[in-house]
Nanobody
Framework: VQLQACGGGLVQAGGFLQLSCSAS???????LGWYRQAPGKQRELVAT???????DYADSVKGRFTISRRNAKNAVYLQMNSLKPEDTAVYYC??????????WGQGTLVTVSS
């Protein structure tokens, strides 16, 4: 199973970015999600979305970030608006399979300048 993420970059505070991640291989998806890890900090959940399109967000991104998925393409997206310097991190896409198998993408760096 491979997860390929893209869309990171450098943006000014208040700006926006969209991350994309596509999964390939053999799996049965239960939940797709995004996590992030800032320098010197632990990896944390950003948002997840189930096969029934039920989304969950970290409090720090509610109202600013939107997670979505396209089942036919095994893809998950993260629209990030009103970005803040504290959103700077490496963002990882995550796939949780129906048999509790978990897969990670390689990470994409998001840098928000003040």
């Amino acid at each position: 199973v491979q997860l390929q993420a893209c869309g990171g970059g450098l943006v000014q505070a208040g700006g926006f970015l969209q991350l994309s991640c596509s999964a390939s291989g053999s799996f049965v998806i239960d939940t797709l999600g995004w996590y992030r890890q800032a320098p010197g900090k632990q990896r944390e959940l950003v948002a997840t979305i189930t096969t029934n399109d039920v989304a969950d967000y970290a409090d720090s991104v509610k109202g600013r970030f939107t997670i979505s998925r396209r089942n036919a393409k095994n893809a998950v997206y993260l629209q990030m608006n009103s970005l803040k310097p504290e959103d700077t991190a490496v963002y990882y896409c995550n796939l949780r399979g129906a048999y509790s198998d978990i897969y990670w993408g390689q990470g994409t760096l998001v840098t928000v300048s003040s």
